[in-house]
């Protein structure tokens, strides 16, 4: 069974900065595509950034351009998320997931994490 375990999500003050980790239970996902989605009530899981398995590729939404910086250290089968100037709007639940395609759908990724909370006060 595949597990990520994500961490680094919290409160913050509009502004500010968190990195969020998300590690892989099995080196078999070390190559793969990994992406952070992020999700609010009542609302679709949006995609928010994606790196492709050497790390050479990248994508973001539009609204994180500039502010976000998804990276990854394969060794240690792992994906980040470095977010700065951390805006009220951020706030969601963010979820890693892995999938084999480069795509900006929830329905190309296979696994995905329990998700953790990033709260951004005005």
């Known amino acids: 069974q595949v597990l990520l375990v994500e961490s680094g999500g919290g409160l913050v003050q509009a502004g500010g900065s968190l990195r969020l980790s998300c590690t892989a239970s099995?080196?078999?996902?070390?190559?793969?595509?990994k992406a952070w989605f992020r999700q609010t009530p009542g609302k679709e899981r949006e995609y928010v950034a994606a790196?492709?398995?050497?790390?050479?590729?990248?994508s973001y939404l539009d609204s994180v351009k500039g502010r976000f910086t998804i990276s990854r250290d394969n060794a240690e089968n792992t994906v980040y998320l470095q977010m700065n100037n951390l805006r009220p709007e951020d706030t969601a639940v963010y979820y890693c997931?892995?999938?084999?395609?480069?795509?900006?759908?929830?329905?190309?990724?296979?696994?995905w994490g329990q998700g953790t909370q990033v709260t951004v006060s005005s």
């Open positions: 790196i492709s398995g050497s790390g050479a590729r990248t």
């Open positions: 099995t080196r078999t996902l070390s190559t793969y595509v």
């Open positions: 997931a892995v999938g084999s395609d480069f795509a900006i759908g929830a329905q190309r990724y296979n696994y």
